[in-house]
């Protein structure tokens, strides 16, 4: 644009974001309710690049957009590593900043104390968390994720497990189970009394050969636990006005005036749990809610409790850049920013503490001397020095990797820009990785202005908790 060339443009964009820092002021007011949005392996490229994709899909070059979670006043970053491992798992992270304390990967709402596969290091090493303190203290508290509800974010907010990978007990051996550890599925019936909870994972729920509503034709769709227990029907006789949905009809045709707990399997029931319902290139938005309407229709239900309500909600950036595909993890945070827009439509910045951050990064980033406006997904302008193409987003490590005729292969378009494109990676992995660098917290609300600087990842529940005059606060 013209006017960018001129320096009235910057500095006069630069005053008015003065003027707002300086009105700025702490709301040191309790939080009446608390939502925490996590996009999992939602790094700072790829917040960044999704800035841009939503720029370009509104026609626009990009760079210049903003999303929704940027608005938020205050920032912090939280330093990701786990008690064991330098490069974290979903399941020590989800430990951290929803319990508070740091743990060992793949453990579940156990202190560092626990042993990653070991039963018997489970008991008296449980920690809870928020959302079990806020439940405690009288508030509606619910998850909403587009992965498994047993998965290891969410599972955090409520199991005590040594592995993250115990969704029910036939995935259990036999000696934990000898032991006494109970299934992730079992505790998220009986641990909290949860009163929304949407997303995948009903074959965790149903006895072993039980048909899914869904695919009943599809074996591999059925029930898999072997005591014989349907836990979705435990769950509703144990609660009033308890209602259980296993597709978008169902979930559009609850009224939240009429319904105190809602169980929603509404996500495909994979058995590997990796189908992700939020977004429009890869959901059926037919069957399998969005994100947003899984949002809303927990937030309209749980601000009924005039104590208030702690939400956890989670988009699934993480299996796009496991399987190196950019264009999925980047449009899943774009519904991840869509569902926290509509979460601030829904709420006051003046009661709801309203917290977005990332459990971990990813080896995904984006350069290559691009030009203003290139195509998220496009090509460098130049070519490397082996002669070929290459995009502009790249892997450290992943599936991307290939070698032809003694050499790499050159990116071209449109190719690139196919919604199950594989960008090229460095080293060759099955899947992706991980990484280890910090990640962004961002805050608005009653005692947003606590996140700030750089912090271990466990002050996020600590920070929450103060807010609402939580346990231990």
């Not at 001129?6 to 309790?30: D, I, V």
């Not at 998220?188 to 729920?205: A, F, S």
């Not at 029931?269 to 037919?286: D, I, K, R, V």
């Amino acid at each position: 644009p013209e006017a960018e060339k001129t320096p009235g443009y910057w500095n006069e964009g630069a005053r008015r974001r003065l003027e707002l820092a300086l009105a700025l002021q702490p709301a040191t007011q309790r939080a009446k309710n608390i939502i925490l949005f996590v996009g999992d392996g939602m790094g700072l490229p790829t917040m960044s690049a999704a800035r841009i994709y939503k720029g370009q899909l509104a026609g626009g070059s990009g760079e210049e957009s903003v999303l929704a979670m940027e608005t938020f006043p205050h920032v912090a970053l939280a330093k990701t590593y786990t008690i064991d491992q330098q490069v974290p798992d979903s399941a020590g992270t989800g430990t951290a900043y929803l319990c508070g304390v740091k743990a060992n990967a793949k453990t579940l709402g156990l202190s560092g104390a626990a042993v990653y596969g070991k039963c018997r290091t489970t008991f008296g090493n449980e920690v809870d968390s928020i959302l079990h303190r806020a439940r405690l203290a009288g508030k509606s508290v619910g998850i909403v994720t587009t992965t498994r509800v047993q998965h290891a974010s969410p599972g955090a907010a409520y199991a005590h497990s040594a592995s993250r990978s115990w969704y029910a007990d036939a995935n259990m051996p036999k000696e934990a189970l000898r032991d006494g550890c109970k299934d992730i599925a079992y505790q998220l019936v009986h641990n909290t009394d949860i009163n929304v909870i949407l997303g995948g994972g009903r074959i965790y729920m149903t006895p072993k050969r039980t048909p899914d509503p869904e695919y009943p034709e599809d074996p591999a769709q059925n029930g898999t636990r072997k005591d014989g227990v349907d836990l979705i029907a435990k769950w509703l006789s144990a609660k009033q006005g308890a209602r259980y949905v296993w597709d978008k009809k169902g979930l559009d045709a609850v009224k939240d005036d009429s319904v105190s707990h809602l169980m929603g399997k509404s996500i495909a029931a994979c058995t590997t749990g990796n189908t992700s319902s939020s977004s429009p290139l890869w959901g059926n938005t037919t069957t399998d809610p969005s994100i947003v309407e899984m949002t809303e229709k927990a937030i309209r239900i749980l601000r009924r409790n005039p104590n208030g309500f702690f939400l956890f909600v989670e988009d699934e950036i993480d299996h796009g850049h496991h399987s190196g595909r950019a264009k999925q993890a980047l449009m899943e945070t774009i519904m991840l920013d869509r569902a926290v827009a509509r979460a601030g439509e829904l709420t006051s910045t003046s009661d709801t503490l309203t917290v977005v951050t990332a459990d971990h990064s990813h080896v995904f980033t984006f350069g290559g001397n691009t030009l203003r406006g290139n195509s998220i997904f496009g090509l460098a302008p130049k070519k490397a020095k082996d002669k070929r193409a290459y995009t502009s987003i790249l892997y450290g490590n992943g599936p991307g990797y290939s070698i032809r005729d003694g050499g790499r292969p050159a990116a071209s378009l449109p190719a690139t820009e196919d919604k199950d494109y594989r960008q090229q990676a460095a080293v060759p992995l099955e899947t992706e990785t991980h990484s280890g660098e910090d990640v962004v917290v961002l805050a608005q609300g009653p005692m947003a202005h606590l996140f700030h600087g750089v912090q271990e990842q466990h002050y996020i529940a600590h920070a929450m908790a103060y807010a609402a005059c939580l346990e231990p606060y």
